[in-house]
């Protein structure tokens, strides 16, 4: 590869990092002498789903977070304005959602994917890419909106969604 990669693996059952510093996701792939900014993990997996569904994410990236599914973008929330240029790593995708970057979610402004179908048992493959630029704190959260389900409603009027998730989070995670 064109770039140094860490030899840990490390595996995500949801994307959802609360404010923290951004030296911090070196140090858990075992990279403690690596400095805490210009950095990226790339997770890829599969979604699939029991019954027919139709859903989007939510997702706020401070800096980065891009969500793939089926080798298409259908969801760029790098944190926007920076001047760092995490914002153009999908600039080609953008999102169509009326409410787009509306509501917050964790510390800014939430972007809102394109709505994505699953069939039944038929699995699609997905990739979530998140990083930091310039290095301070780092945040990623990646939240669930199902077409056609209500959702309690915020101080702002925005939804709230349930998190993203491959399995039930465990105690120790939640915590």
């Not at 590869?1 to 840990?8: E, M």
């Not at 600039?91 to 039944?120: E, V």
């Amino acid at each position: 590869a064109k770039y140094y990669r860490s030899p840990k693996k490390l595996y995500a059952t949801t994307f959802l990092v609360p404010p923290i510093r951004s030296s911090v996701a070196p140090s858990a792939f075992g990279e403690a002498d690596t400095i805490g900014y210009a950095w990226m993990a790339h997770y890829k997996g599969q979604l699939v789903h029991q019954d027919p569904i139709t859903f989007r994410f939510w997702g706020v990236g401070d800096d980065v977070l891009v969500v793939r599914v089926g080798g298409k973008v259908v969801l760029s929330a790098c944190f926007e304005g920076g001047r760092w240029g995490s914002e153009n790593i999908a600039n080609s995708w953008h999102s169509s959602a009326k409410n787009n970057r509306r509501f917050y979610l964790g510390n800014t402004t939430a972007a809102i994917g394109d709505w994505i179908t699953l069939a039944p048992g038929e699995p699609l493959d997905m990739e979530v890419i998140l990083g930091e630029a310039p290095g301070g704190n780092f945040s990623s959260l990646l939240a669930v909106e199902v077409e056609g389900e209500e959702y309690d409603r915020n101080r702002q009027g925005g939804p709230i969604l349930p998190i993203f998730k491959t399995t039930e989070p465990s105690l120790d995670l939640m915590d």
